[in-house]
C-alpha cells in the first residue's frame, strides 16, 4: 500500500463505513491525509472506525444513516458541509446481500429491499454529494459495483440487477458532469474477506475461494487503494470506467 500522502485538506464521505470495503477505505484515505466522514447505519457501529481513524491522526465526522432516505441523505452531506466546508471525494459503498434464491422465488420484499440500499440509497448519495461539488467546482464519486455488475449471479438476480444499474447510473453521471470537473467511476470488487462474505457463504468461505481463478479471496485493503488511486491526482483522466478487482472472477 502507498505511504504517499495524496489527499492533505481534502474531504472524503464515505458510506458503509463500519466495516469490510469501506472501512478499509476510511482509515486508508484517513493515512494519507483526508478528513474523513463516515456513514452507516448507526453510530455505535462506526466506532471502531472513527477510532482507526483518528489513530491516524485524521479528523473525523461520524454520521448515522440509512442511504435509502433522502432526508438522511440530504442531512449527511449538510452536516458533512457544515463540518469540513466541501465534498472532495464521495464513496458510495454502503450495500446489502442478497438472500440467495432463484428469480421465481424472490419475494418482493426482499427485492425492493436489495434495490433500495444498494440502488436507490447510491442515486441518493450521488444527487446531494454532485449538487455540493457543483457548488465548490469539483470532486470526485466513486461507486461500488462487483463483479456480479457485469455477469450473471445464479440465485443473485436482485443483486445483480442493482449491481448492474449502479455501472449504467455511473456511466450516466459521467458524461452529465464531465465538464463540470466531477469525474464518476465505478469499482467492481470480486469475492473479498468482509462480513458481506461470511454471511451471504454462511462460514463457508472456502466456496468462494474456490471462485477466484487466483485462489485466494480479495483484502479489503486492495480495494481501498484502488478507489484512492481513481481518486487521486494520478487518476484524473479516469471518468466512467468500471475497474474490475476480482481476481479474474468477472472473466
Known sequence: MSNANRFPGKTAFITGAASGIGRATAIAFAREG????ILDRTE???????????????DVLVLACDVALPEQVEAAVARTVETFSRIDIAFNNAGVENTAAPV???TLEDWDRILDINLRGTFLCMKHEITQMLRQGGGVVVN???????????GGASYAASKHAIIGLTKSAALDYAKANIRVNAILPGNIETPMMDRFTGGDIQKA???????RLGKPEEIAEAVLW??????????????????????
Open 34 to 37: 483526508a478528513r474523513v466522514a
Open 44 to 58: 455505535a457501529a462506526l466506532r471502531p472506525t472513527a477510532d482507526a481513524i483518528r489513530e491516524a491522526g485524521a
Open 104 to 106: 421465481a422465488d424472490i
Open 144 to 154: 461500488t459495483a462487483s463483479g456480479a455488475g457485469i455477469r450473471g449471479v445464479a
Open 209 to 215: 475461494i474456490d471462485l477466484e481463478p487466483v485462489g
Open 230 to 251: 481513481m481518486s487521486s491526482d494520478l487518476g484524473a483522466f479516469v471518468t466512467g470506467a468500471s475497474i474490475s478487482v476480482d481476481g479474474g472472477w468477472s472473466l
